[in-house]
Structures are given as C-alpha cells and as structure tokens.
C-alpha cells in the first residue's frame, strides 16, 4: 500500500520534504501539507549544513543530525557521504562519546532495539516486534565499556546508532537491513542509577551464567528472527568481548569491532607504515601499551598476518611484548588472563621504560584508553634505535590519546610514523608538514560487512581480516606517505570500502566460507548494491 499525506512526511525513509515536486505533492496528497516552493535535494543539503556549522557546540550538532536523520534519511546520508571529513567526527568519535553521557537526557524518540534482563524468556518476541524483516546487520552492545568511557550502561546506545550510520555511508549498506541494538542488563555507573532520567535498568550488572544465558538467547533469537544477518559485538568489557568471540565467531555470521576491526586498521596503518621505514613486516619489533582485547587483537592479527609472510608462531609471538599498569607482561607472572597469556614475554619483570629500552621495539602502539602514557622519555627512546619510530595512539576519543600527534613529532624531531584512533590537525614540523594519519574502524568495518553480504559469507576468519588491511594499506598513495600519513583521506572511503568489499569476498570465497559461488563480475555487483541516498 503506498503511503499518502501525512504518512509520507512521517516516514524518514519516504520523506523528501521540500523537495516533492508538484506533480508529487497531487499524486501522493500532499498539496497544501509543504511551503509552496520546491527544493533540490542540493539546496537540502546545503541547508543542514548552515544549520550544523551555525551551532556552537559539537554535541548541538550531533543533535540536528540525529533529528535529520529520523525525519529525512536520504537527506543524512547525502551530507554524511558528501562531507564525510567534517561531519564523521560529529556522528561517531569523538562527539558520540559525550552524546552517549548524555544520551538519556537528550532522549528524543527511539532509534533501535532494546532488550532487558526483563525481557529473558522473551526475547525472540522482543525482536518480532521490530518492524522491518530484512534485517542484514546487527551492531549490538551492553553499554559496559563505551570507548574509554567506561560503563554507560543503556547510554551506549549511540554506539550502535553510529556504528551503522557509518556502514551505510561509508560502505552503502540499505539502511532499511540495519539495526542497533541494546542489552540492557544494568550497569556498576552507581552516578547513572542515581539520575532520574537514566532510561537503563537501576540495578547491578548481570554477572556470570545469568548473563551468558541472557547472550545465548539473544544469539538463538536473533537465528531464528534475522537468519541472514552480521552481528557485530560492540563496545563490550574485554572478558566478555573476548569469550563472546571466540563462543560465537564458529557457530554464526559475527564480528567484534573492537577486536577484530582494530586490528585490521592496525594491521593496514603498520603495513603503510613498512614504505617509509623500509623494514619489512618479519623483521619487526612491537610493543603494545595495554593489554586489553584491543591490543591483544592486534598482536594476534600481526602474528597470523607474519605467519603467512613465513614465521612460525612461536618466532610471530617473539617479536610482540605487552606492557600492563603492572609492567611487561611476562610469563612468571602469579595471574595472567586467558587472552594475554600466549603473548606472555620470556623476560624478566620491568617496567614500561625499562622494557622499552631493552626490546628495542620498532612500533609502539598504545591501545589503553589512558592519555598521556606515551611520554616523551618513551619516544627519544625509540629514536635511539629506529631513524623512523613506529608510534601509534589509538584511545578513543581524542582526550583520551596516549599521545597527541604534534607531541609525537615534536619528540621526534619529526621522524616519528604517527597515526591515532580519533583525528588529529596537521603539524608543521622542521619546514615540513606532517598528516597524522587516524586509524579509525571506519576504514575496515564498513567494507569487511559489504564484501561478506554481498558475497553471501558465512563465517569471518582472520585471512578476510588481513586481505582487509593488506587492500586499505594499498589505497594509501605515494603523496600522502611522502607527508606521513598511514591511511587515505576520509573523503575517498566509499571507494576504499568498495576495494575491500570485493577483496573480502573473494577471500571468503576461496576459503569455501561463501553460501553461494561469487557472481561472475564481483565487482560490478558490488557496486551495484551499495545504497544511493539521492532523489
């Protein structure tokens, strides 16, 4: 039944709002409902953007557009896709951060799923009630570790709104297959189950087998209501992050963003960054500030990713030491979790710096959620032994940095190979100028999730990982590792999430993981698939 009237207006997937022509406006009743002019989508665009850039504050932004997007979708996705650079920072990190603190306060209308420890026993019903059938892709947290934020409980919400916000503007996923979902099984926020306008449960978070009980009935339901779906775990505390992991990623089509994401970005900025040191992967030393699900990702990426240059596991695994608020991760230590301790150092017990100067790393990658860990004793230290220290700050959001790009220059004299997880300015150093490169998700995510739908993928495996970076390093050109920059310009990420969509899929393909054989130009049917928000 075609929609009419008000019904069109209501609806933001229908809605064009001004831009209805006359003819339009008769045939779907709508004459008399819209101000007597039409407009172009163009003029559209241009509007929300005078609006954006009028307001003051990041988190008044975000706002605007989180209101354009539930009232004209197209709309949101055209400024979103057209001015990636300047809009992406506003929609994900660093201002979702802040949005997610406030994100009950700021409550306007609902944007997804919510699922609660009330609702266990019920939740394949909870998900019956969403409206849309075809649902492809599922980023779904539990709000216990919000970027380096902490436990924001159902305030996390904006993670996976954001998440799949970007994935249909930076790979052309339908927004129509996507949906956020949050569980909600309380938080330890003691200040949020004060607030009278928390919307999350006030109580304790669900520990233990209640909650992987909870999980597994998500997952069942989730199986059974949107079989063809991606689930994406996001945002979760690393001991669950990691147990959901390696409890799922064998029985269903699945991915942490955190994990896996983060370290194919990792991988591809490490890569990019072997044409200006000029050493090769194998030959590589990295020591990683955190010892987390992130970091410990990454390890495991850049191990597989040597072995297949080569190295056997155990030579990989020497070349990575991880350093904790305890020090060097080494292996006499008394506990060592379950995701660290295959990268546990044969070392003595020392400190960051003593470790520092003793492994003689030819990266440092700081992946803690902590500022300021990275210091300048640490980076004169690398200068030492490396004419181009490796120095990657990877916390989101940006106050959360190890350290700032102009402060890894400065350190170095302007020799440091520096790339972060939130933006950085560029630095004039020495004459030069330097272009910190951001090792955002946002570079893999969105294409690892096109090429394994449109490739029909079953499974994700870490080749598909790896092949995801390999692709994104090769997007880098000549000019911008000449100025220092680890990864290509945002405004060229539809067409970098296109490269990686097909060589994901013909990854899957070759590891027999596709449902069904590629079409005989990938390619093309890739790009034909990707959602066009124009009218």
Not at 86 to 112: D, W
Not at 301 to 308: C, H, Q
Request: hydrophobic share 40%.
């Amino acid at each position: 039944m075609i929609k009419k009237g008000v019904a069109v207006l209501s609806d933001p997937r229908t809605n064009k709002g001004t831009a209805f022509t006359f003819d339009e406006r008769k045939r779907l009743k709508l004459t008399g409902l819209l101000p007597p002019v039409v407009s172009t989508q163009a003029q559209q665009i241009e509007r929300v953007l005078t609006n954006i850039r009028s307001k003051p504050r990041d988190i008044d932004k975000y706002l605007y557009l989180s209101a354009t997007q539930k009232r004209n979708e197209r709309v949101y996705y055209s400024v979103l896709m057209h001015h990636i650079e300047e809009v992406m920072p506003l929609v994900y990190t660093p201002t979702v951060g802040l949005a997610c603190q406030q994100f009950a306060m700021n409550f306007r209308e609902s944007n997804g799923c919510y699922i609660a420890w009330p609702d266990k026993g019920n939740i394949a019903e909870v998900l019956g009630n969403w409206p849309e059938d075809d649902v492809r892709l599922i980023v779904v947290t539990d709000g216990e570790r919000i970027l380096g934020l902490g436990d924001l409980g159902s305030n996390g919400m904006g993670i996976p709104i954001g998440k799949l916000a970007l994935y249909c503007a930076c790979a052309g996923i339908d927004p129509a297959h996507c949906l956020p979902i949050m569980l909600d099984v309380g938080t330890e926020n003691e200040a949020f189950r004060q607030d009278p306008f928390y919307l999350g449960l006030r109580q304790p978070r669900i520990r233990n087998e209640g909650y992987h009980t909870f999980i597994d009935e998500f997952v069942e339901a989730v199986k059974v209501r949107f079989p063809r779906a991606l689930l994406q775990f996001e945002d979760f505390a690393t001991p669950n992050a990691v147990a959901l992991l390696e409890r799922f990623h064998d029985k269903l089509l699945c991915f942490n963003d955190d994990i896996q994401g983060t370290a194919s970005v990792a991988l591809a900025g490490i890569l990019a960054a072997t044409r200006i040191t000029g050493t090769p992967l194998t030959d590589m030393r990295f020591m990683f500030l955190g010892a987390g699900s992130a970091a410990t990702g990454i390890g495991d990426l850049l191990a597989k990713a040597m072995m297949r240059e080569g190295l056997t596991h155990a030579q990989a695994c020497e070349r990575l030491v991880f350093v904790d608020s305890k020090g060097v991760v080494v292996i006499g230590r008394e506990t060592l979790s379950d995701h660290v301790r295959p990268f546990a150092a044969e070392l003595p017990t020392m400190s960051f710096i003593e470790g520092l100067s003793s492994f003689k790393p030819h990266a440092l990658i700081g992946a803690t959620g902590r500022p300021g860990l990275i210091t300048q004793e640490a980076v004169k230290l690398m200068c030492e032994t490396n004419d181009h220290p490796i120095v990657f700050a990877l916390s989101n959001p940006t106050a959360n940095a190890e350290c700032t790009a102009e402060q890894a220059y400065q350190w170095s004299e302007g020799r440091a190979v520096f790339a972060s997880g939130s933006p950085f300015g560029v630095v004039h150093i020495n004459g030069d100028i330097r272009v910190p490169g951001q090792g955002n998700n946002a570079y893999i995510f969105p294409g690892l999730g096109l090429g394994v739908l449109q490739s029909g993928a079953t499974r994700i495996n870490d080749d598909m990982l790896i092949v995801a970076a390999e692709t994104l390093a090769g997007c880098v050109s000549e000019h911008q590792i000449e100025s220092g920059c680890l990864y290509p310009p945002l405004s060229e990420i539809r067409e970098v999430s296109a490269k990686i969509a097909v060589a994901v899929g013909e990854s899957a393909q070759a590891a027999g993981l596709c449902c069904r054989p590629l079409p005989a130009d990938f390619e093309k049917h890739v790009r034909a698939a990707q959602y066009d928000p124009h009218y």
